[in-house]
C-alpha cells in the first residue's frame, strides 16, 4: 500500500471535536445507549501487523475536587490490519461477527468491565473530550486473559509504527 496519506481515523456517526450521539452514551434510552460507536481507519502502514484502540475521557476528575486523570472507556487489542474498522455495536458480540474479527480482543476499562462503556451522568459538568486513539503495531499483542491499558502501553512500546486519533466532546 502507498503511504502518501496520513493514517487516519473517523467515524461516520460523528465529526472530529463534534457531539458523541446519545445511543454511545449511558444517557441513551432503553437499547439505544452504550452502544459502541462505528469507527474507520484509512491508510494503515505497510508493516502494520495488528492495530490497537484505546479510548478515554481525557477531562475526568479523579474525585469532585481532585485531578484530571484519563479514564479509561475502551480497550481493544489485536484488530487485523485488513479490519478497515470496527461496526457499530461491535463491543461484546465479537462471536456474532465475521471471521476477520475472530482475533480481536476488547480489554477491562476503568469500570472493571470488558468492552465499552459510554460516558454516564456523572460525566456531564462542561464538557468532556473522548480521545479514540488506534495504534498500528508491527507484532501482535500476548497480553493474557486480562488485557488493560496499561498492559497494553507497556507491551506496544517499540511497537508503534504509526498513531491515528479521534476526539468527540460529551
Known amino acids: 500500500m502507498a503511504q502518501d496519506q496520513a493514517f487516519k481515523l473517523v467515524s461516520p456517526s460523528f465529526n472530529h471535536e ?38 478515554e475521557d481525557i477531562d475526568m476528575p479523579s474525585s469532585p475536587d481532585g485531578p484530571v486523570v484519563p479514564w479509561t472507556h475502551w480497550v481493544v487489542v489485536n484488530i487485523p490490519p485488513k479490519v478497515k474498522g ?20 476488547e480489554g477491562i476499562n476503568d469500570w472493571k468491565v470488558p468492552g465499552w462503556r459510554g460516558p454516564g451522568p456523572t460525566q456531564t459538568s462542561g464538557n468532556h473530550r473522548f480521545v479514540f486513539r488506534v495504534y498500528a503495531l508491527d ?32
Not at 460507536?37 to 491508510?43: A, D, H, K, R, V
Not at 455495536?89 to 471471521?99: A, D, T
Open 18 to 55: 463534534g457531539r458523541l450521539p446519545r445511543k454511545y452514551t449511558g444517557e441513551g434510552q432503553g437499547a439505544k445507549k452504550d452502544i459502541s460507536p462505528p469507527l474507520e481507519w484509512y491508510s494503515v502502514p505497510d508493516g502494520a501487523k495488528s492495530l490497537a484502540l484505546i479510548v
Open 86 to 105: 470496527l461496526p457499530e455495536g461491535f463491543s461484546g458480540k465479537e462471536e456474532g461477527l465475521r471471521r476477520e474479527y475472530e482475533m480481536i480482543k
Open 139 to 170: 507484532d501482535e499483542m500476548h497480553l493474557g486473559n486480562k488485557v488493560t491499558k496499561e498492559k497494553l502501553l507497556e507491551a506496544m512500546q517499540g511497537h508503534v509504527l504509526a498513531e491515528a486519533g479521534l476526539i468527540a466532546l460529551f
